[in-house]
């Protein structure tokens, strides 16, 4: 066993674990986060897509050892003061979900295209971005489009009444 910490959520928290143990499965299993979905177990679906100190990254090639000391955010970590987060909310207004098993790594994505690239996607580049989640429903076309529109709301929220 292990001794980590990590802030997750904005949350701080330690435990010790078998050092072996996937960054997916302390989420999922010892801290009850399941929003962050194991698809493939072999790194090729992105739906384990978290953020480790801002960075997009597959939670399922990561051992939470080599998380110990960062900062991971998952999908449950976005939204705040019970609104969505612009990116949730984009997905919900141009319906970039079906079955939603891999919505949660999508907008995980698209927020990291946001912060390499800045608030102006074209839908060309998202979809090359997007070569390493897939979409089983192939819901493409409006998860491209629920990106494009949730990067530039990201970056810029419009001012609601």
Do not use: W
């Amino acid at each position: 066993m292990s001794p980590i910490s990590m802030t997750v959520n904005g949350v701080p928290v330690s435990a010790e674990i078998d050092p072996r143990t996937l960054l997916v499965q302390f989420l999922r299993d010892h801290l009850r986060l399941t929003g962050t979905h194991v698809g493939c177990d072999t790194s090729q679906c992105g739906a384990c897509l978290v953020q480790l100190d801002g960075a997009a990254v597959k939670s399922c090639a990561v051992l939470v050892v080599q998380a110990s000391g960062r900062t991971v955010t998952t999908i449950e970590g976005l939204a705040g003061s019970g609104a969505l987060h612009p990116m949730q909310e984009a997905f919900r207004e141009h319906h970039g979900l079906q079955c939603g098993f891999c919505t949660p790594g999508m907008i995980m994505a698209g927020l990291d295209m946001v912060r390499r690239h800045g608030p102006f996607l074209e839908a060309d580049q998202v979809r090359t971005e997007l070569e390493g989640n897939l979409c089983r429903c192939t819901g493409y076309h409006n998860i491209v489009t629920a990106i494009i529109a949730g990067a530039r709301e990201t970056a810029m929220p419009a001012t609601r009444s």
